[in-house]
């Protein structure tokens, strides 16, 4: 047994149960490159019955440079060679070492060079001109130093490789990463252009539909009357989605500047309120809000799209005659929360609820229907703003929807003239 590697060099004391462990980790192969068949024997007795972490080792014999460079072309996970200096020519094993570094660009397989005649190749030019890893004299074939110097360098072998491995699927993943991030953009460049070019005639059909209704010389039999509603309200609905859909394609492609202000919370959540009064008093629902009258640093335009949209959702998903509250909880500073006594949200829904591209949407408590679109635009806005979206929900009690803001900065305080809100 090795002293300095006890833990990982094994000899053959080992049991038959470890043997198997061993060969079903693979091998080290370890390539022997001499022209004197005694040194491929001698090497593979002192060796073969090593093992390191777990792999045995396995030796592949060359007994030219020649040979070995054929070798080492099929063999391209060899992590150690043991090179001789003198074989065919004088510097055989000094060309083999400039082949293996520079022509294969192979800096990661490990090479001990090994002479019988240290006059030939003199250890430290050697060692400084030639990209080699160890020098031992032919002398020390099975000695301890010997036994060192290999695991030593399966050691270092093992480290590179696992670097080299890890460095690679970083790469990989940035690779993937920026061709998600590519397809992502391509696709709501193409869904913004599609909306944009949907929206017009959509807009026109309803135009032309309002005018028909509305024609009191012509007027239309009211079966068709009934039927040219049904049209007009999927109309506004359609324009409704496209509208969505082209705030949060904006959204996304950082389209949209955000241009943060001091704003009163309490008037900016009472001036959503307003606008809502009527949609909630037709379900009987009351809306109380208990916001702070204390300087939230936001666009208002923008968050104020985020609290309608939740205290809409409230609404939408809570019984009659009960109460949406909106509020700064106590232990959460810069937010405001939308509170409901609703449904609660559907579990199978709930991981996805920001997400675009997952159909979230179900019918309110009075059937009325939606695009799914409103949570994944408010959570773009809160991240536009630096905060974050969050949700509490319980089956058949309620939900609370937190919108929190960054804690704003001082220089903040001084306000900008507003430039257009829509980059070109
Ligand atoms: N307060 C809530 N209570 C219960 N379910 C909710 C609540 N808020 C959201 N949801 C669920 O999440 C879904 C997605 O909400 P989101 O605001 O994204 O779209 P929507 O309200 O359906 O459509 P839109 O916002 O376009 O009107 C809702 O349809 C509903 O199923
Ligand atoms: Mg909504």
């Known amino acids: 047994m090795v002293a300095e590697d006890s833990d990982l060099l094994v000899f053959q004391e080992e049991d038959e149960e470890e043997k198997k462990e061993t060969d079903r980790n693979g091998s080290w192969k370890i390539m022997i490159v001499d022209d004197e068949e005694d040194v491929h024997k001698m090497t593979k007795m002192a060796l073969?019955?090593?093992?390191?972490?777990?792999?045995?080792?396995?030796?592949?014999?060359?007994y030219t440079a020649r040979e070995a460079r054929e070798l080492l072309k099929s063999n391209?996970?060899?992590?150690?060679?043991?090179?001789?200096?003198?074989?065919?020519?004088?510097?055989?094993?000094?060309?083999?070492?400039?082949?293996?570094?520079?022509?294969?660009?192979?800096?990661?397989?490990?090479i001990i060079l090994r002479t019988g005649q240290p006059g030939s190749a003199p250890e430290k030019k050697v060692i400084v001109d030639y990209d080699i890893n160890d020098y031992k004299a032919k002398t020390?074939?099975?000695?301890?130093?010997?036994?060192?110097?290999?695991?030593?360098?399966?050691r270092s072998y093992s480290t590179i490789t696992e670097l080299v491995e890890r460095e690679r699927s970083e790469q990989e993943m940035k690779k993937a990463k920026e061709v998600a991030e590519k397809a992502t953009k391509l696709k709501n460049e193409f869904v913004n252009l599609v909306a944009h070019d949907l929206k017009h005639p959509f807009a026109s059909i309803l135009g032309f539909l309002e005018l028909i209704?509305?024609?009191?010389?012509c007027p239309i039999p009211p079966k068709h009357a009934e039927f040219l509603g049904i049209v007009k309200k999927s109309s506004e609905s359609l324009i409704t989605m496209i509208d969505k859909l082209l705030d949060l394609g904006r959204m996304s492609t950082g389209e949209v500047a955000v241009f943060k202000e001091?704003?009163?919370?309490?008037?900016?959540?009472?001036?959503?309120?307003?606008?809502?009064?009527?949609?909630?008093?037709?379900?009987?629902?009351?809306?109380v809000n208990e916001v702070k009258?204390?300087?939230?640093?936001?666009?208002?335009?923008?968050?104020?799209?985020?609290?309608?949209?939740?205290?809409?959702?409230?609404i939408k998903f809570s019984k009659s005659d009960s109460r949406v509250i909106i509020y700064n909880p106590e232990t959460m500073p810069a937010t405001i929360a939308v509170k409901d006594a609703g449904t609660g949200i559907n579990e199978r829904i709930l991981p996805n609820?920001?997400?675009?591209?997952?159909?979230?949407t179900t019918k309110g408590t009075a059937g009325e229907r939606g695009t799914g679109l409103g949570l994944p635009y408010c959570k773009k806005i809160m991240d536009a703003h630096g905060g974050s979206?969050?949700?509490?929900?319980?089956?058949?009690?309620?939900?609370?929807?937190?919108?929190?803001l960054p804690e704003a900065k001082v220089e903040a305080q001084i306000q900008v003239q507003q430039p257009d809100r829509l980059s070109s």
């Open 262 to 287: 001091h704003l009163d919370g309490h008037e900016l959540t009472s001036a959503v309120v307003g606008r809502l009064r009527q949609m909630a008093s037709k379900k009987g629902i009351e809306i």
């Open 76 to 110: 391209t996970d060899i992590a150690l060679v043991l090179l001789d200096v003198v074989m065919e020519t004088d510097d055989a094993g000094l060309k083999l070492v400039l082949y293996i570094r520079e022509e294969q660009e192979n800096q990661i397989v490990r």
């Open 353 to 360: 609820l920001f997400k675009q591209e997952v159909k979230t």
């Open 140 to 154: 020390e074939l099975t000695s301890q130093k010997m036994f060192t110097s290999v695991i030593s360098s399966l």
């Open 389 to 404: 979206l969050t949700v509490k929900t319980t089956h058949g009690e309620g939900t609370v929807f937190y919108a929190t």
């Open 213 to 217: 209704l509305d024609d009191k010389e």
């Open 293 to 314: 009258s204390e300087k939230l640093y936001v666009d208002r335009e923008l968050f104020g799209s985020v609290v309608h949209n939740l205290t809409s959702n409230a």
């Open 48 to 62: 073969n019955t090593v093992s390191f972490a777990g792999k045995n080792l396995e030796f592949i014999s060359a």
